[in-house]
């Protein structure tokens, strides 16, 4: 093993980040309205190799990473998923495979159970079958995600499903629960939507009222207690809706890393949102030199950047003033507390842009995250 930079030796100064999220390929074939991806996507030619992501993964064991999440896009899009995973497996690193389902037969899900996946994160899109597939912006996804959920199962892997709630399914929260139980899932994942990227372009269509969501939170909390022992229930949330921020990745440059499908290391997905910052790329820099001295990394790391009311608030050490991307996109300025709580001085223009998002009826009509924009399905 080489030997570690002097900060991350010294744990009280900076310790290895616990999980990776690598986003294996923007491809896609669904079309989420709230996807977490840029809007502009990576092209398939700009992709890192197989021994690209090979390299990376060994250096982030080396470091002390455990967990690494295969993501995309749809991860299943890259014909070398299982050469990936056996690798990882080989370095010791948990596999997290975050999938849409669709590109996976039921041979695949053997073979990637194979070759050591650990878990399996599966997305739904509604309860309701032709939603879901409007959602999703493609005929079909929802019968082909319910076989997905049974391959995983029978080829023993734990199964999570993920859903992310907005206007055209936040009535459905609880059935989305009933469903995950159905599917044979361990655990849900029930998560509001977040309003970066795809979703921001769309926050018009996807906003939920105040009272659809006060009744979602209520539902899937009440779920939580009745299910308590039939399954895990982790519930994200509504941002608009709050009053304090969520720690966004457990801080920045703290816990985790997310690398690009061109290989930039980013300390969370929407971090190319704030301008100057300065990434580095894995295919130019080690994982363990990225984690320590890049200047994104660094950019809000300590306590020197926290602006008032976090500088004297108890709270920074639990929430770090909240999400830098969220700060920058409401108030123009990343260093600033995250509007979402109730004590920065821009909170008023949250509830504005809740209220101006209100539901006015009807199918919402979304921007469908594509590379290339083609029909949505009906
Ligand atoms: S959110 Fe939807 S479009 Fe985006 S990667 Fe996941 S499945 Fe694909
Ligand atoms: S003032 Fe800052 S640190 Fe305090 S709760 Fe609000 S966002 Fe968090």
């Not at 950019?299 to 950047?305: I, K, L, M, V």
């Not at 108030?331 to 821009?346: F, I, K, M, N, Q």
């Given at each position: 093993m080489t030997s570690l930079p002097e900060r991350l030796d010294s744990p009280e100064r900076l310790a290895a980040p616990v999980a990776i999220l690598a986003?294996?390929?923007?491809?896609?074939?669904l079309a989420c309205p709230?996807?977490?991806?840029?809007?502009a996507l990576d092209p398939r030619e700009e992709e890192l190799s197989t021994s690209d992501w090979t390299r990376v993964f060994s250096q982030a064991a080396q470091l002390g990473v455990l967990h690494a999440h295969l993501s995309g896009g749809e991860p299943a899009a890259r014909q070398d998923l299982a050469l990936i995973i056996t690798h990882c497996a080989s370095v010791g690193l948990y596999t997290n495979l975050i999938t849409?389902?669709?590109?996976?037969?039921q041979d695949r899900v053997r073979e990637l159970a194979q070759a050591g996946l650990d878990h399996a994160q599966l997305s739904i899109q509604d309860s309701d079958a032709p939603s879901a597939d409007r959602i999703a912006g493609y005929k079909g996804a929802f019968a082909r995600k319910q076989a997905v959920a049974e391959w995983i199962v029978q080829a023993g892997l734990p199964l999570t499903v993920n859903a992310v709630i907005h206007r055209a399914n936040i009535s459905r929260a609880g059935k989305m629960i009933e469903l995950a139980v159905r599917l044979g899932a361990r655990r849900v994942e029930i998560a509001h939507t977040q309003y970066y990227g795809w979703g921001l372009l769309n926050r018009a269509a996807l906003m939920p009222s105040r009272a659809a969501a006060e009744a979602a939170i209520a539902e899937v909390e009440a779920l939580k207690k009745t299910l308590a022992g039939v399954i895990v229930i982790d519930h994200v949330i509504p941002d608009y809706h709050a009053s304090y921020p969520k720690a966004c990745m457990g801080g920045w440059g703290k816990r985790g890393l997310n690398v690009t499908p061109t290989g930039k290391a980013l300390p969370c997905h929407a971090a190319e949102t704030i301008p100057h910052l300065e990434f580095w790329n894995v295919r130019d820099h080690a994982i363990v030199d990225i984690w320590t001295n890049s200047p994104a990394f660094n950019?809000?790391?300590?306590?020197?950047?926290i602006r008032e009311p976090c500088r004297s608030c108890p709270r920074k050490t639990i929430?770090?003033?909240?999400?830098r991307c969220q700060a920058l996109a409401l108030?123009?300025?990343?260093?600033?507390?995250?509007?979402?709580?109730?004590?920065?001085?821009?909170h008023a223009k949250i509830a504005a842009i809740a209220a101006q998002n209100e539901d006015a009826g009807g199918a919402p009509i979304y921007s469908y995250r594509r590379m290339k924009q083609r029909e949505p399905a009906e």
């Open positions: 986003e294996l390929t923007h491809r896609c074939p709230y996807c977490s991806n840029p809007l849409s389902g669709i590109g996976l037969t950019a809000f790391r300590g306590e020197d950047w929430d770090y003033g909240g999400c108030t123009g300025d990343a260093r600033e507390a995250d509007p979402v709580c109730h004590l920065s001085p821009y």
